[in-house]
């Protein structure tokens, strides 16, 4: 094997002369070196652009939650709530009760998501450090006057006001209401809270959610003192997920009423679901894209081997037996597409390390949360790329070989 690779490392590199098939085979392996850095490129701003939502998203939804498999609510009561606050791996416990709600302001009106947390809800997720405008105030005081953390989108579209003496009307349907009745009080429980700060994460969470004091909530649908629709829970620093949240379901397993544990990837499955499939249709898009750049590498071996005929002639009358001549020209493939996808690597790597650290490539002037796009590279996106770019282009140069007529 090492004369085979000799005479193909002679073919690709000689300087002697400058033939037509010389620079088609250069040109190949430039398809193939863009296109293996176009692949690490495009999957790392995808894996970047990945984190950045999962991450807003873990800012509004908290590491696991624990929610009634049958009904809207349950109390604390109904499991071993001591238990489930010193359970290994589990730092912090948030009750929370939502519910779907109208709110009006100066005649303007949204239909939201409302949250009603607690005071440690904070802690579980970050959401007073993404404050946009105002301050994360619950309650103002006591006798409660409740606050709103409201999404950005729904603060603009009801014109509120931080300073405003104007409180928001909250209406929520009353409990077993068959039908709307003649007035709002007979069809809604209505309640009063003040905007206190609003929030930009993810344009889904902007336009939905607004979050206020659980008391509020439970006020409004007669809710019992330790009666709530789920319970957050945050995790301790190193613990993991799959194995906390085993343990909890374990000890729900005891509760008086049917409750499920999901992590985040439960609480949004839509998301992940199309995330995982739109990384999958990126590797067939630019496998697609790599089998057509292996095209100009069938086209330059097809002409070596025409071009060569009196060299195979003369290999032939050496000694050389037509497979061995077959492995000289496969050599010189497997040299071009090696040398193309590690410099193809190589590049990628660079390009995205220059984003990383001076993000060359801006976002936009709109109201982003990051400036530049994110970039997040995988060791496993290398490793998948060259397996692919190389399997790719061996079954292409293979097939052209032994296709190849070799007198």
Known sequence: MKLERLIAARYLFSGKQKSVVNVISWISLAGLLVSTAALIVVLSVYNGIGDLTRSLFSTFDPELLIEPVEGKTFRTSDLDYRQLLQTKGVSTVSQMASETAWITYAGNQAIVDLRGVDEGYHELTGLDTLISDGQYVLRFSDPPVFGLIVGGDIYYNLGMRLLSNTPAEVLIPKRGTTSLGHSIDEAFNVGYAYPAANFFIQQDIDQRYVVTHIDLVRQLMHYAPDECTSLALKLAPGAKVAKVKRAVSLLLASADVPLVVKDRYDQQPLYFKIFR??????????SLII????LSLVASLS?????????????RSMGMTPRQIRRSFFAEGIMICSIAVVAGLLLGFVVCYLQQQFGIVRM????????????????????ITFL????IS??????????????
């Open 277 to 286: 499939s739109e990384r999958l249709g990126i590797y067939i898009i630019l």
């Open 291 to 294: 089998l057509i750049s292996t």
């Open 303 to 315: 002409l070596l081997i025409i071009n060569k005929r009196g060299d195979v002639f003369i290999l």
């Open 364 to 383: 936009g002037d709109g109201n982003f949360v990051v400036s530049a796009f994110p970039v997040a590279m995988r060791a496993v996106d290398f490793l």
């Open 388 to 391: 692919l770019v190389m399997c």
């Open 394 to 407: 061996t079954f292409a140069v293979g097939l052209t070989v032994h296709r190849a007529r070799i007198e």
